[in-house]
């Protein structure tokens, strides 16, 4: 398998202050650990690009960017939500992560790549249409699912989240859309209380009680998500991959360890084989115990590459 990473150093210069858990050292952990273990070795490392306004307003309209970007402060930082704040440097990062996975799906639907890890920050998957919440600007997935849609001429997209946090940004976007299934695995009830209860067909919540463990997990993902993705035949797989679910992670109290996310990985590469040539474009959403989060990433990352 070829397995493409991609990343970018601006990634690191959104910084919300020592205190926030959605750091820059989150990166940096990642990189060391695959670095040292040799995986990064296995792997075509790229650069991310900007994405550009055109790519991003199919997901964001341009009215909501353009307030976004006069939110961005000189100095020092500004809420714009409780938890999620911008620094003078915060949408050079929100920029370069949603370019990663503009990147990502050009490889895979280039046959550049089997599959694609896109290390990025700020995550994605609770900015919604209008609304950035949860430490997200721009739904960084939901960027890279319209790209596949609107440049490639992809029928049918899956996009599936792990993350111990529900997926609301990507169901506010793609809610009621045919073409794009969307499965969210999240405790509940929990953070971001809203669209927990689905009403439309393309929306598969997998509601998850606290405490619970690999083997719930691992059961629930098989009932619910397997079937949707043999009914779906998605022509490609996007990933939120968070890894706060982890046992470890100080955000939620899901117990699932890294051979969950290796097992979980593996599974949706054999639906991608099945179904979509093998096309699996997988993002960072969270993940806050920075070895935890290092050592999962790199069980996933192994899986990518088939190792
Ligand atoms: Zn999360």
């Not at 950035?132 to 997209?157: D, K, P």
């Not at 393309?202 to 463990?213: E, F, K, S």
């Amino acid at each position: 398998m070829i397995t493409s990473f991609i990343s970018h150093q601006d990634c690191t210069l959104h910084n919300m202050g020592p205190w926030h858990p959605e750091s820059p050292h989150r990166l940096t952990a990642i990189d060391e650990r695959l670095r040292r273990s040799g995986l990064m070795q296995e792997l075509l490392q790229y650069k991310a690009r900007p994405v550009t306004p055109e790519q991003l307003f199919r997901v964001h309209p341009k009215a909501h960017v353009r307030s976004l970007e006069l939110s961005v402060p000189e100095d020092g930082v500004v809420a714009i939500e409780d938890e999620t704040l911008l620094c003078p440097h915060s949408l050079e990062a929100a920029t370069m992560a949603a370019g990663a996975v503009i990147r990502g799906t050009e490889q895979v639907l280039k046959n550049q790549a089997d599959n694609v890890f896109c290390a990025v920050r700020p995550p994605g998957h609770h900015a919604e249409r209008v609304e950035s919440m949860g430490f997200c600007f721009y739904n960084n997935v939901a960027v890279g699912v319209e790209h596949a849609i609107q440049n490639f001429g992809v029928q049918r997209v899956a996009v599936l989240d792990f993350d111990v946090h529900h997926a609301n940004g990507t169901v506010d976007i793609f809610k009621g859309r045919e073409d794009v299934l969307v499965c969210s695995s999240f405790q509940h009830p929990f953070y971001p209380w809203r669209y927990a209860d689905s009403e439309w067909d393309n929306i598969l919540n997998t509601p998850l009680d606290a405490g619970a463990g690999g083997l719930d997990f691992r059961r629930a993902i098989e009932a619910q998500w397997l079937p949707a993705l043999q009914m779906h035949r998605p022509d490609i797989i996007f990933i939120s991959a968070g890894f706060d679910a982890h046992q470890e992670d100080p955000m939620g109290e899901l117990n699932l360890l890294e051979d969950d996310y290796y097992w979980i990985t593996q599974l949706i590469c054999d639906v991608a084989k099945t179904y979509s040539q093998g096309r699996v474009v997988s993002v960072l959403e969270g993940g806050y115990e920075l070895d935890a989060l290092a050592r999962s990433v790199e069980k996933h990352v192994q899986a990518l590459a088939g190792l």
